[in-house]
C-alpha cells in the first residue's frame, strides 16, 4: 500500500544498483554485540508496551501510549548517542529511554505516578523524565521539545562540548509552530542539532497527506538549508547509520540535520483511541509485515548472531524485569498531598505556604479528598 | 548519507486523504496561464547541502539561484519575455509607483516636523509592491503587511484619508487607533494590518478558504516580509494553504533587511522560494524591482489560484533602501554602499525605461506626472490636518458589535471624574 | 425534547446551527471522520459534507488565524481546539487579531466566530489536559468568553455564541460533559449571552461559581443546608461581558459572598468577582469574601483530586463565611 520510496535509506533491505536485493553490509561501527544490545533494547520496548497496555486496560493505570511497530526509531537512533548528548524525546519513544539507560523500574514507577516516580506523579503517565539521563520532560502540547532541543544545542556549541542533542516527535509535529522556528533557528546558528521525525503516517486520525502536501517529511528541510534524509524507520540499523552520521556532522560544526524515520503506528494512538473509526486495515497489514524486531531477528539468524537460547533468554528476562517492576510499583503508596506545592519555585513562596497548610488543616480536619473513580481519559 | 532529491518521490498517503496534491498543473491552470514565459521555481540544486555563502555581500542575492526577470537594467525586455501588457495598465502601476515615492517623501518630512508619529517607507520597493497588487482583480483580498499601502491607494484608497489616517483623527476610518501605515479599507477588500509580523499570513488562507467554501471567484494575496518568514504563522499558513489547496497568493517582499537583521541571519536557506518546497507547493522567486516580472509572475498565480490549482509562495526580490521606519537608523547596522547598488536598479527607472522604449512616456509628462502627485499630496494633508480630534467617546466603540454595559461605566465614570 | 448529556446538547447545537446557517464552518484536529476526540463533532462530516466540517493539520495558531479569514470574509467558523490546554500556540491569533480586529479596523472588519474547546480538569489528563485558562481571554478586551454547565444552556449559548457578531471563547467543562442528562429542545433556540443563571436559590451565602464548579457547589450547598445553611448559586453561564446585576442582587440579599473556581488562584477571574464585590456591594457584605479555588501550582496528575475543589472545600468556606 505504502511504496517505499527509492531514496530511503535502508540496510536491511538494500538495492543493488540494478535494483536487485543485494547482500546487506552491517555499517561501519557495529558488531555482533551492539546488534544484540539493540535487539534486546526493542524486544524490552515491545514487553513494556504490552505489559502497560494491559495494566491501562485493567484499570491498574491510567493511561498509557504504545510505541508498537515503532521501536526501531527510538532504539537505533538513541543508540547512537553519546553519555554526553542530551535527548528531549516526544511520548513515543520508551525505546530511547531504555537506550540511554532508564531503567524499567523508574519508567513503570512513572506510569503509576507514585512516591517513587522521580517526577512526583505530577504527569500523566509516558511523560517521563530522567536527569541522569540528560532525557528531558516529555510534554504534551506537541512540538515545544523540538525548539528547546535547538536551545541546548547552542549551548553545546558555545561551550565547544563534544555533544549533540536529539529531538524526537511525530509526523503532525512537523505542522507546529516549534517546528519551523526549531529548524530555522538550529540552521541559522549551525546548532549541533538532530531532529528525527517519526513518521508513523497518522496523528492520531489525521492522516499524513492531509498534515502536508509535501511529497516527503526530509523534504521540508530545505525551507532551512539543512540535509534531510528519509530513513527506513523499521530497520534498526539503517536508523542507527543515519543518526550516527548526523551526529558526526553536528559534532564537526556542520550543523543540525532532518531525519525523517518512515515507520507506521500499529497500535492504537494512546489507550483511549480507536483506530479502526478512521484507519483502513489493509494499510496497517501491510506494516504489520514489516515488524522491526521481526527484520532484525531474521538478519541476525543470517548472520549467525541469533540463537534460540539467545532469544529465550532476552524475552523471558524483559518480561520478568517488567513483571517485577509492576509489581514493586503497585506496593507503593501516592505521593503526599504536601508535595503538590513543592517544585512550583525553587523555593515555597509565601502563598503557597499558606495553601499547602490550609489544605493540610483541612484533610485533617475532614479527611483527604476522594479520588474520582469515573474519572477517564479520552485520547 | 541519503540526501533528500528535489523530484517527487510516491509517498505513503492513507486511504482516507481527502485532500490531495496535483500531480502536475491541470490542463486548465496551464490554458489560463497566459503568459508563455513562465517563472521556473526554486532551483534543483537548491539544497542538498546547507548554503556556504552565508557572508555574501550585502544586497547580492545570496543564492545560486537567479531570480526571474524580464527587463534588462536599460529597461530593454529579455528575448521572448514581455508580457506585452496594455499600455492604460502599464501606466496606471507607474503612476501609482511614482505616486507612493512621492508619498514617501512628503510623509517623512511630515514625521520630522512632529506633524505625524511614524512613516514606514516603500522606497525601492515600489515595483513589487504595485506591480503584485495589480495582478489581482479588485473582488481579490489583500491582507498586507508593512509596505503594502500603496495597494490601498492603488485600488481607490482616498489619499485625504491615508493621511488622516497617519494623524489619526476623526476623518480616521479607524478612528486614531492604530498607528501610522495601519490602514483598513473595506471598499478595496484591503484588511486592516496588524503590527504582529505574520499574523495575516493565515489569515488569507481562512479568506481564500471563505470563498472556495462559498463558491466566490476570489483569490487572496497574504502579504509579508522575508523577516515573517520566520514566523509560525507563515509555517501553518503555508501548510494549510497547500493542503487544502486553497486560492492564495503567498508574496515575500524580500527586501533582505528586518530591522537590523539581513537575510542571511534570518535564514540560511539557498533562496526564500525554495521555502515552498517544505510545503508542496510551487514557489517562485522574482527580480522583485522588475515590475513586468513581478506583474507576470504574480499573475499565473492568481490565474493558477483562480481555476483551483492551489496557491503559490512569490519571493519578490527587492531592497528596502531607506530606514525600517522614520524610527530607524539604518547606519547603525548597514554598510549604505549597498544601497547605491541597488539605486542602481531601481523599479522606477528601470520601468520608465521600459514605457519610453514603447513610447509610452516621456520627460514632459514626467514632469507633469510629478507635480500632479506634488499637489495631490499637499492637498490631502491639508484636508486631512482639517479635520478635528477623534471624539473621546470613540474609545469604547467597536470593542463589542454594541457597547457593553462594563464599558458604558467605565467611560461615564471617566468623563464624570474628568468634569464631563 | 431529547435527554441528553452536555456533549450531546453541543453536537446537537452543532448540527442544528449548521443546518440554519450556511456560512458555520467547523473544523480542527480529529473532528471529521473521529468525530472530535470527545465525539463533540460526531457525525458532522457526514451530514455536511468535508467543505463544513473538516480536520486540519496539527497547528492551533494555523486553526485560528484561518478561522479570522474566514471570519473576515463573512463565514461563521466554529473552530475546535481539542484541549484548551493547546489553546496557546493561538494565543496570539486570539487576543492580538481577532479581539481587535473590529476596534483596530475602526468597524470595518470583524470576526464572528466561535472557539470552542473543552477545559478544565478531573478526567485525569495532568498539566495539559486539565487547565482553566478563562482569565488570559477575560483579561483580553474584545472577546467574549462563555462557560456552559448544564446541556440546555450548552446547546442555547452555543447558538447564540454562533450568532454573535464578536468573537467568542466557548470554554466546555469536559468533566461534566457526561456525566449528567438533561431534557434539550430540538432545532435552534438561543440562551442570551451576559445572563447569569439562579442555579439555587437561598439567603443566607451566595456563592458565584461556573462550569463544572456548578455542580459540585450544589452539593456543597446540600450538605450546607443540611447544617443549616442557605446557600444561593450565581452560574455565570457568561464569564464577558459579565452580569454584574445578578451577583449584586444576590449579594445584597444574602450579605455573604464565596466564589469557587478551578483555575489557580492569584490574578484569576474569581479576583475580579470579588473586587466588583468590594467596590459596589461592600455595605452589604457581613462577612470577608471567600475564595475557593485551585491551588497556585501546576494541575498535577496523581493529587489531581486533592487539587481541584471539592464539595468539602466549598463547605468549608460556606461555614466560614456564614459563622463570621
Ligand atoms: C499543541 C497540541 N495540539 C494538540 C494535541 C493533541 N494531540 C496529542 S497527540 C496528537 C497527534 C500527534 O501526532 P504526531 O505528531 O504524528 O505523533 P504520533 O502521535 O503519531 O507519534 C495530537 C493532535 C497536543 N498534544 N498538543
Ligand atoms: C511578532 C513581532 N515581532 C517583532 C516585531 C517588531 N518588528 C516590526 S517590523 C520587524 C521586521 C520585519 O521584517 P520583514 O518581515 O522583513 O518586513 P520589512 O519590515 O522588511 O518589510 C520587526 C522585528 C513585530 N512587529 N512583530
Ligand atoms: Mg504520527
Ligand atoms: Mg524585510
Not at chain 1, 489493509?282 to 531477528?297: A, F, G, N, S, V
Request: hydrophobic share 40%.
Amino acid at each position: 500500500m505504502t511504496p517505499m520510496a527509492e531514496d530511503l535509506l535502508s540496510v536491511l533491505e538494500p538495492k543493488s544498483a540494478k535494483g536487485k536485493s543485494a547482500k546487506i553490509a552491517l555499517p561501519k561501527g557495529l558488531d555482533r554485540a551492539k546488534v544484540q544490545r539493540m535487539y534486546r533494547l526493542m524486544v524490552q520496548t515491545r514487553q513494556l508496551d504490552d505489559r502497560a497496555m494491559k495494566l491501562q486496560r485493567q484499570g491498574r493505570i491510567g493511561f498509557y501510549v504504545p510505541s508498537i511497530g515503532q521501536e526501531a526509531c527510538a532504539v537505533g537512533s538513541a543508540f547512537a548517542l553519546s553519555d554526553k548528548d542530551w535527548c528531549y524525546p516526544s511520548y513515543r519513544e520508551p525505546g530511547a529511554a531504555l537506550a540511554v539507560g532508564v531503567s524499567i523500574q523508574a519508567m513503570i514507577h512513572q506510569l503509576y505516578g507514585n512516591a517513587e516516580d522521580v517526577t512526583k506523579g505530577r504527569q500523566m503517565p509516558v511523560h517521563y523524565a530522567f536527569r541522569k539521563q540528560r532525557y528531558v520532560s516529555v510534554s504534551s502540547p506537541i512540538g515545544t521539545q523540538i525548539v528547546q532541543a535547538v536551545g541546548t544545542a547552542m549551548a553545546q556549541r558555545i561551550r565547544k562540548e563534544k555533544a549533540i542533542s536529539i529531538t524526537y516527535f511525530g509526523d503532525g509535529a512537523t505542522s507546529s509552530n516549534d517546528f519551523h522556528t526549531g529548524l530555522n533557528f538550529a540552521a541559522v546558528y549551525k546548532a549541533p542539532t538532530i531532529f528525527l521525525c517519526s513518521n508513523n503516517q497518522w496523528a492520531i486520525s489525521c492522516p499524513l497527506g492531509q498534515q502536508t502536501a509535501s511529497d516527503t517529511i526530509a523534504v521540508k528541510a530545505k525551507a532551512y538549508g539543512m540535509p534531510g534524509v528519509r530513513v527506513d524507520g523499521n530497520d534498526v540499523l539503517a536508523v542507527w547509520q543515519a543518526t550516527s552520521e548526523a551526529r558526526a556532522r553536528a559534532l564537526a560544526g556542520e550543523g543540525p540535520t532532518l531525519i525523517e524515520a518512515l515507520t507506521f503506528r500499529i497500535g492504537p494512538h494512546s489507550s483511549s483511541d480507536d483506530p479502526s473509526r478512521y484507519r483502513p486495515n489493509e494499510q496497517l497489514e501491510t506494516w504489520q509485515k514489516k515488524d522491526p524486531i521481526e527484520r532484525l531477528k531474521k538478519f541476525m539468524k543470517s548472520a549467525g548472531m541469533w540463537t534460540e537460547a539467545f532469544e529465550k533468554e532476552v524475552v523471558e528476562s524483559a518480561i520478568d524485569e517488567v513483571n517485577a517492576a509492576v509489581k514493586h510499583a503497585e506496593t507503593v503508596p501516592l505521593p503526599a498531598s504536601s508535595t503538590l506545592f513543592t517544585d512550583v519555585y525553587a523555593t515555597m513562596p509565601p502563598h503557597l505556604v499558606e495553601q499547602q497548610e490550609r489544605l493540610l488543616a483541612l484533610e485533617k480536619a475532614q479527611g483527604g479528598a476522594e479520588i474520582d473513580k469515573n474519572a477517564a481519559f479520552p485520547l | 548519507m541519503a540526501t533528500v532529491k528535489s523530484k517527487a518521490k510516491p509517498k505513503p498517503k492513507a486511504k482516507a486523504a481527502a485532500v490531495r496534491r496535483p500531480k502536475s498543473p491541470s490542463a486548465k491552470v496551464a490554458a489560463a496561464t497566459k503568459s508563455k514565459s513562465a517563472p521556473a521555481v526554486a532551483s534543483k540544486r537548491a539544497m542538498s547541502k546547507p548554503s556556504k555563502n552565508v557572508l555574501v555581500p550585502r544586497g547580492a542575492p545570496r543564492t545560486d539561484d537567479a531570480p526571474w526577470s524580464v527587463l534588462r537594467a536599460d529597461g530593454t525586455a529579455l528575448p521572448g519575455r514581455d508580457p506585452k501588457l496594455a499600455p492604460e495598465l502599464m501606466l496606471r502601476m507607474y503612476r501609482a509607483m511614482t505616486l507612493i515615492r512621492a508619498l514617501d517623501g512628503r510623509m517623512l518630512i511630515l514625521q520630522r516636523q512632529g506633524r505625524i508619529g511614524f512613516w514606514g517607507p516603500t522606497r525601492g520597493q515600489e515595483g513589487a509592491t504595485i506591480a503584485s497588487c495589480a495582478a489581482f482583480e479588485d473582488r481579490d483580498w489583500i491582507l498586507p503587511a508593512l509596505r503594502e499601502g500603496g495597494c490601498a491607494l492603488y485600488r481607490g484608497f482616498s489619499l485625504t484619508e491615508l493621511v488622516a489616517q497617519t494623524i489619526g483623527n476623526a476623518l480616521d476610518r479607524v478612528k486614531g487607533r492604530q498607528m501610522p501605515c495601519h490602514y483598513s479599507f473595506k471598499e478595496g477588500n484591503y484588511v486592516a494590518m496588524s503590527s504582529v509580523i505574520g499574523t495575516q499570513i493565515p489569515h488569507a488562507v481562512g479568506v481564500a478558504l471563505g470563498a472556495k467554501t462559498r463558491g466566490d471567484d476570489v483569490v487572496a494575496a497574504g502579504y509579508m516580509g522575508d523577516g515573517a518568514t520566520s514566523s509560525s504563522d507563515f509555517h501553518v499558513a503555508m501548510n494549510f494553504g497547500a493542503v487544502s489547496k486553497a486560492p492564495v497568493v503567498f508574496i515575500c517582499q524580500n527586501n533582505q533587511w528586518a530591522i537590523s537583521v539581513p537575510i542571511e541571519k534570518q535564514t540560511v536557506s539557498s533562496t526564500i522560494a525554495v521555502k515552498a518546497v517544505a510545503y508542496g507547493m510551487e514557489g517562485v522567486r522574482v527580480d522583485g524591482n522588475d515590475v513586468l516580472a513581478v506583474y507576470s509572475a504574480t499573475k499565473r498565480a492568481v490565474d493558477k489560484a483562480r481555476a483551483g490549482g492551489g496557491p503559490t509562495f512569490l519571493e519578490l526580490l527587492t531592497f528596502r533602501v531607506l530606514g525600517h521606519s522614520s524610527s530607524d537608523d539604518p547606519t547603525r547596522y548597514r554598510d549604505e554602499s549597498c544601497v547605491k547598488e541597488w539605486e542602481a536598479k531601481d523599479p522606477i527607472v528601470r520601468f520608465r525605461r521600459y514605457l519610453e522604449s514603447r513610447k509610452l512616456w516621456n520627460q514632459a509628462l514626467e514632469d507633469e506626472l510629478d507635480g500632479q502627485h506634488q499637489a495631490a499630496i499637499s492637498q490631502a494633508i491639508k484636508a486631512a490636518e482639517a479635520a478635528p480630534a477623534v471624539p473621546t467617546a470613540t474609545i469604547v466603540d467597536d470593542v463589542y458589535a454594541t457597547v457593553p454595559a462594563h464599558l458604558k461605566e467605565q467611560l461615564r465614570r471617566t468623563l464624570d471624574d474628568l468634569g464631563g | 425534547m431529547t435527554t441528553m448529556t452536555l456533549l450531546q446538547a453541543v453536537n446537537s447545537g452543532l448540527k442544528d446551527i449548521m443546518q440554519d446557517d450556511d456560512r458555520v464552518v467547523v473544523f480542527g484536529e480529529d473532528v471529521g471522520i473521529n468525530g472530535g476526540v470527545f465525539r463533540a463533532t460526531e457525525g458532522l462530516t457526514k451530514q455536511y459534507g468535508e467543505e463544513r466540517c473538516f480536520d486540519t493539520p496539527l497547528a492551533e495558531s494555523g486553526i485560528i488565524g484561518v478561522a479570522i479569514g474566514m471570519a473576515l470574509y463573512g463565514m461563521r467558523p466554529v473552530p475546535e481546539i481539542q484541549f484548551a490546554d493547546f489553546i496557546f500556540p493561538a494565543f496570539d491569533q486570539i487576543v492580538s487579531e481577532a479581539a481587535k480586529m473590529r476596534y483596530r479596523s475602526g468597524g470595518e472588519f470583524t470576526c464572528p466566530m466561535v472557539i470552542r474547546t473543552p477545559y478544565g480538569g478531573g478526567i485525569r489528563g495532568g498539566h495539559y489536559h486539565s487547565q482553566s485558562p478563562e482569565a488570559y481571554f477575560c483579561h483580553t478586551p474584545g472577546l467574549k468568553v462563555v462557560v456552559p454547565s448544564t446541556p440546555y444552556d450548552a446547546k442555547g449559548l452555543l447558538i447564540s455564541s454562533i450568532r454573535d457578531e464578536d468573537p467568542v471563547l466557548f470554554l466546555e467543562p469536559k468533566r461534566i460533559y457526561r456525566s449528567t442528562k438533561q431534557d434539550v429542545p430540538e432545532g435552534v433556540y438561543e440562551v442570551p449571552l451576559g445572563k447569569a443563571r439562579i442555579a439555587r436559590a437561598g439567603k443566607d451565602v451566595t456563592i458565584v461559581t461556573f462550569g463544572a464548579m456548578v455542580s459540585i457547589c450544589e452539593k456543597a450547598a446540600e450538605d450546607a443546608a443540611a447544617k443549616g445553611m442557605d446557600v444561593e448559586i450565581v452560574d455565570l453561564r457568561t464569564l464577558l461581558p459579565l452580569d454584574e446585576e445578578a451577583i449584586l442582587t444576590s449579594v445584597a440579599k444574602t450579605g455573604r459572598l464565596v466564589v469557587v473556581q478551578e483555575a489557580p488562584r492569584f490574578c484569576s477571574f474569581g479576583g475580579e468577582i470579588s473586587a466588583i464585590v468590594a467596590e459596589k456591594a461592600i455595605e452589604y457584605l457581613q462577612a470577608p469574601i471567600l475564595r475557593v479555588a485551585g491551588f497556585d501550582t501546576p494541575f498535577p496528575y496523581s493529587l489531581e483530586h486533592v487539587y481541584m475543589p471539592d464539595a468539602k472545600r466549598v463547605l468549608a468556606a460556606v461555614e466560614r463565611a456564614v459563622n463570621f
